[in-house]
């Protein structure tokens, strides 16, 4: 079973990520994951931060000559901006060191802040929003890398682009083409293939940038090559739809998760929403008239590419804050402001791209199993014939 889970605070030492459960033998590149780190930081709306980190991954267990041997796999990503937090968040209290804190006691509506640190119980949000910021999201996109380089063995891609930001929407679908092309740029405005509309986009961010609003948006990711057969209609939790939408719906600001076409889907008949069956005696292959189901039906992957959108609301943080009360005095206040992004729709198809490698990853382990690269290549290897023989 591929487990993962990572740990680290926004403005602490360092973040981490393990990875256990993959097997030996996965070709593994610093230069691959760090670009996916770099990727994470781009797009235009990202705040000051962005231009501080420029997060690099240090593999620390795990991978050995370039290659996974089997062993549990530790990631460390440093925190640039640490230097500036020793004293404000020490790891052992000395004297004094409570004067150097800097506390949060005015929460930011939308954030953990109010709810943690009811729930925490700490009249201070600075511990609750130091976990809850999608920093952490650093820690996934490497340990999602990693799951990338296991599919990538079976010529599993996954990619993401940005549909919607604010009310401009690509009402066109993207080719593979377009997305994989976009995933190469050294330059990423906002993601989407259509420059035209990419540019209308950057409009409502200019707005969101005058007005000292923010502004969320629609990301899709899609995963090309996944076999059939993934997941399962058998039980709730085996189902792979609800475990992308999981993952998906796990990551900070993302509200809703489209699993292909649903939005559309509920909005129309049946006879215009399901994908027509056919098959190609030729190539003695099921084919399909299209794919709104977005590759999964009743849970289970149905060869056709995997399509998970994620709807990601506007950032918390507002220059222009919101009303809130202060945890001490429950005077009314406005909200702390920090640092933010405004904008952070291509960012997080990337962490989405990261979230659904890893359940797909996990989901293909679940069923083709070994421990080494071969011994799984093997297992699908067999489990293909049967395919083909069906
Ligand atoms: C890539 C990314 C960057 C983010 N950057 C910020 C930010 O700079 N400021 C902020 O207030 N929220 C930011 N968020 C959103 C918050 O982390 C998130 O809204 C908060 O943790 C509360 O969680 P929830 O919205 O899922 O309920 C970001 C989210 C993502 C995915």
Redo the contacts with the bound molecule.
Sequence with gaps: MLRFETAGESHGECLVATLVGLPAGIPISLENINRELWR?QQGYGR?G?MKIESDRAEIVAGVRHSQTIGSPVAILIRNKDWENWTEALPVEDVEGAGDKRKPVTRP?P???DLAGAIKYNFHDARYI?ER???RE?AARVAAGALAKAFLAEFRIQVLSHVVAVGGVRLERAATWEEIVALSQKDEVLLGCVDPDVEGRMKEVVDEAYRTGDTVGGVFEVVARGVPAGLGSHATWDSRLDGRLAQAIVS?????GVEVGFAADGAASFGSKVQDTIHYDRDERQFRRGANRAGGLEGGITNGQDIVVRGL??P???LRRPLESVDLVTREPALAAY????VC?VP??GV?GEAMVALVLAQAFLEKFGGDSLDETRRNLAGYLQQVRDF
Aim: net charge positive.
């Design positions: 994470r705040g931060r930011r939308g954030h953990a929003l809850a910021s999608a999201t990551m900070q600001a993302v509200k990601l609301k950032i918390s943080t920090e640092r933010s992004d952070v960012a997080a962490i």
